[in-house]
Every structure is written in C-alpha cells, then in structure tokens.
C-alpha cells in the first residue's frame, strides 16, 4: 500500500518561513516525480513545484518562484517544500504528489497523493 505522508504545516506570520516534507513508503518513487499542489478555501488545486528523480527538472508555479525551493532524497523517499517570504496568499493545504514524470507534474496531478497538511499565513 503506497503512503505519502506530509508534515511540516502550521501558522506563520507573513514573510516567514515553513519547511513541508513528504514521506513516501510502500513503493519507491526515486524513477518518478515528486511534488506539491495546494488548495485554498473556496479554489481548485493548483500546482506548485515538481522535480525529476534525477533532480535535473524543475519546475515551479509562476506564484511561487524564487520564494519555494523544492529537493528530494530518493535514499529516503522524500521530498521538501522550503518556502520562504511567505504570504497570506500561500494559505492551503498542501498536498504531496508522485508519480509520473516532473513535466507531466506541471501539467496535472499524478496518480499518488498525501492526505495534505494545513499552511496558514496570518497578514
């Protein structure tokens, strides 16, 4: 059974910082994606960040660039969200997402997902 369990959500004052991990057991993702989507009350999930196995793709959502920073571990099947200067804007649940290809990531949701884990950012 493939588990992806996030952590590292809570409230934070605009222009701080939080750091999201994802914990992946059951299966190993390091031959595919690994990445992050966040819903906001009221709004459809949207893509945040995504990056290759290898770690040689990239990709970031055009409301998070230069503030996130998404790595990974494939040793440890995990994935990390740093994201900093942070706004009321980023408040959502955030949810880990793998599977697939980093590519394919940007463009929609792969097939594996966390249960999500709540980010609030007080103005």
């Known amino acids: 059974q493939v588990q992806l369990v996030e952590s590292g959500g809570g409230l934070v004052q605009a222009g701080g910082s939080l750091r999201l991990s994802c914990a992946a057991s059951?299966?190993?993702?390091?031959?595919?994606?690994m990445g992050w989507f966040r819903q906001a009350p009221g709004k459809e999930r949207e893509f945040v960040a995504a990056k290759s196995w290898s770690g040689g793709s990239t990709y970031y959502a055009d409301s998070v660039k230069g503030r996130f920073t998404i790595s990974r571990d494939n040793a440890k099947n995990t994935v990390h969200l740093l994201m900093n200067s942070l706004k009321p804007e980023d408040t959502a649940v955030y949810y880990c997402n793998a599977g697939g290809d980093a590519y394919g990531m940007a463009l929609g949701p792969q097939l594996y997902w966390g249960q999500g884990t709540q980010v609030t950012v007080s103005s």
């Open positions: 059951g299966r190993t993702f390091s031959r595919n994606a």
